[in-house]
């Protein structure tokens, strides 16, 4: 029963994701040359509601799904880690034109080149996973 509401979900993202064109390689394009707010305004959007329901979640002792209490950890210091990452993150999405969840939303869509995409961001995940100890954190 988890799954179908899970599957769901997904499908509302997508639908979401879809018709505010942020699947779109063009407003993408738009986005990283500085000449349309659209994209821009859909992340500021999305940090603004995450944002909002962190504080709802951690006000009104919010449960989760298994109706365990949900616990936010605070962040680690580490300011080089997340300017590599989001600079690594950042150009591949500018490179590719789509982050993670519009990948799979353009493989439903039927543009079956974005399996190649798909392979990379996979094996990339993998030689993380392989090589994140020896990594600094």
Sequence with gaps: ???????????????????????SWYRIYEMFKFES??????????????????QIIKRKNIKD????PIAIADKENGNARYLIGGTLF????????????PIYILIGAGFWSILIV????????????????????
């Excluded at 029963?1 to 994701?17: E, P, Q, R, S």
């Design 118 to 137: 798909l392979f990379g961001a996979l094996l990339g995940t993998y030689i993380y996973g392989v090589l994140k100890n020896k990594l600094p954190h």
């Design 90 to 101: 950042g150009l591949g999405w500018a490179l590719v034109g789509a982050c993670p969840g």
């Design 65 to 68: 799904i298994d109706g365990l």
């Design 37 to 54: 707010f659209h994209m821009y305004g859909i992340i500021m959007t999305a940090v603004v509601t995450g944002a909002l329901g962190i």
């Design 1 to 23: 029963m988890k799954v179908i509401k899970y599957l769901i979900v997904g499908f509302v993202f997508g639908i979401v994701l879809t018709k505010s064109e942020a699947i």
